[in-house]
């Protein structure tokens, strides 16, 4: 039993759900992205909630990362956001659905699923309206419909592109381009194809600034973890991820005494110190270490001192009344997470996407 516990609570992240709901039409379907262990967490956990949660879609970024969730018994359907024609296959064999953004890729899926001779093999088009990331541009529409109108091998579940810049007010005038470019690149499919596909734009931030764009799906990633890019909207949402562990043994230096590797910390004074079970092998960078972050013991902030270790960091627990084996929480709200990924200047999708696969997972 390793104490160190990262904690999924499943009422908050199924309420953070129904306030996206909230912001959108009844019929407008979810996909919930739950890509890279979902933001960090626990992408099998995760799933089976969305399971029963009435969401419609899953998208993973990479095959790996679906077949996982098949082989836990996740029966929604998965659209591989980021499939690689080499693994075209293995996403056929394990009833993936992929995301396809080249003349190329679209011409090599159709050869296999015609050889395996399937019919209406669910696939999704993503195209390129200004984050020059992954997809097809506006031309390519033409030589799309002739390789997919009327094919019996495949069936367009959805179409969409990915905003660049949803959070940020102001870039909305490139925005709304970005959308207004994706609108004229599905009438010819509507036009031309007997089932309608699903189009879709917005992530977390396009529900919540965008809204009017909609269409018939959205795909909500971060949002589900109670963070939505602007405190205005991450303050109504709860938090769903608590990472907490135990104090392992409690030291007392005395002036002049060093700690930790490099001798990093000096005692100025007699210092009592907690030495906690998580290091940068978790997911704790060693930016965090030399009093640059904190931690809670009985609700009182304990520096972390010393240099972070690939293990173990160092906390300053002398003015804190407290003994080895009570309980240290990292973080447990959005604002913890929020500082935290400040300290370590970046933004809470790649501190949470951090933390490592060694923490035990819980969802309660
Ligand atoms: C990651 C991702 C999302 C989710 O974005 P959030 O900002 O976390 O909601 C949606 N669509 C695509 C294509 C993505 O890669």
Do not use: W
């Amino acid at each position: 039993m390793h104490p160190t516990i990262l904690e999924i609570n499943t009422d908050n992240l199924v309420k953070n759900i129904a306030f996206f709901k909230s912001k959108l039409h009844q019929k407008t379907k979810m996909v919930a992205v739950v890509k890279a262990f979902a933001y960090g967490s626990d992408a099998v956990s995760i799933s089976k909630i969305l399971q029963k949660n009435n969401i419609d879609y899953l998208a993973v970024a990479y095959t790996k990362e679906g077949i996982q969730l098949r082989k836990n018994n996740i029966i929604l359907p998965i659209i591989v956001l980021h499939a690689q024609i080499e693994n075209y296959k293995k996403i056929i064999k394990h009833s993936l659905e992929p995301n396809i953004y080249s003349l190329n890729g679209l011409k090599k899926f159709i050869q296999i699923v015609k050889k395996k001779n399937l019919k209406r093999y669910p696939i999704h088009l993503k195209f390129n309206t200004g984050l020059n990331r992954l997809g097809f541009v506006k031309e390519d529409v033409s030589e799309i419909l002739k390789l997919v109108k009327n094919n019996p091998n495949i069936s367009i579940k959805s179409i969409f592109s990915h905003l660049a810049a949803s959070e940020d007010s102001a870039e909305k005038e490139f925005t709304i381009k970005q959308i207004h470019l994706f609108e004229s690149i599905k009438n010819p499919f509507t036009e031309a194809l007997k089932n309608k596909p699903y189009y879709h734009i917005l992530n977390t931030s396009g529900i919540l600034n965008y809204s009017e764009y909609q269409m018939d799906m959205v795909r909500l990633g971060v949002g589900m973890f109670g963070f939505a890019n602007e405190p205005k909207f991450t303050n109504k949402l709860k938090n769903v991820l608590t990472l907490k562990t135990k104090i392992s043994q409690i030291h007392t230096i005395n002036k002049g005494e060093s700690l930790g590797y490099n001798r990093a910390f000096v005692a100025t004074k007699k210092t009592k110190t907690a030495t906690l079970p998580i290091g940068h092998a978790d997911g704790i960078s060693r930016k965090l270490g030399n009093k640059n972050s904190f931690v809670y013991i009985n609700h009182k902030k304990a520096t972390i001192i010393g240099n972070v270790c690939m293990d173990m960091i160092m906390v300053d627990v002398t003015n804190i009344n407290c003994k080895e084996g009570d309980e240290v929480i990292i973080f447990d709200s959005q604002k913890d997470i929020l500082r935290i990924s400040k300290e370590l200047n970046t933004i809470p999708y790649e501190f949470l996407t951090m933390l490592s696969q060694r923490i035990k997972r819980k969802v309660i």
